[in-house]
């Protein structure tokens, strides 16, 4: 697999703000820019003090600090293969000055750095591309193709991954689409139980695109199907439970 040349971080690289200001995030000028996705996850990452998250394909770190902002008393390792979206997340995890609580692992899951060998962590959560391989066209840019279309490892292949390195009884997090449930379902039987399903629904009415799902290693609970959340009011803005994750820094409850 060829991985892309790496870049490194301009002094001015954009600057965004996550959690209402709570969180600054530089991003590359241009190219693919983490929107709420990550913010959800993390939201979602039901992380309590002391416990050690795993976030898989961290991109430029953006759920990562979302999570430490929110959870002051856990640890995140973030592990991402791209090495200019690493430069960036090392870069943000400075500027947020969160260099004791979150860091940042280069490699790739299908061949795992060695630092990761023999560690289990207490939650994984993941944001893996939403299309399959040769189901779509790839954007000629780069971070977008990486963000969007699986490569060397597929949907099957992040869900083993988190499996490996959970905890007995730990949690895995994941943000998807919801048209490609079927799929993950079907990867999580017999390795997980305990799964909670929260629809994201567009709009009140709007069919969900995207879906929240958190599931047990080795857990035995019933399957919960959650009453969603609705991201939009019907003239445009977020509605309130909305505005309570995205700029709150609220926990997102199933």
Known sequence: MTVP????????????????????????EGAYRAAIDPVLLAAFTAAREGERVLDVGAGTGAASLCLAARVSGAQITGLEQRADAAAYAR?????????????????????????????????????????????????????????????????????????????PRGTLTLVHRADRLDEILAALHGRFGGVLLVPVWPKAGEAARRVLLSARLGGKAPFRLSAGLTMHEAAGGYTEAAERVLRGAEALEG
């Open 5 to 28: 040349a790496m870049t490194v971080p301009a002094d001015s690289a954009p600057e965004d703000f996550l959690l209402g200001g709570r969180v600054r995030l530089t991003q590359p």
């Open 91 to 167: 870069r943000n995890i400075a500027l947020n000055e969160m260099e004791e609580r979150v860091a940042l692992v280069e490699g790739d899951l299908l061949a795992p750095p060695p630092v990761l060998a023999g560690l289990r962590f207490d939650r994984v959560m993941m944001n893996p591309p939403y299309l399959k391989a040769g189901a779509a066209s790839v954007p000629p840019d780069d971070w977008k193709a990486a963000a969007n279309v699986e490569g060397a490892a597929s949907l099957p292949d992040w869900l083993r991954f988190a499996a490996r390195m959970l905890k």
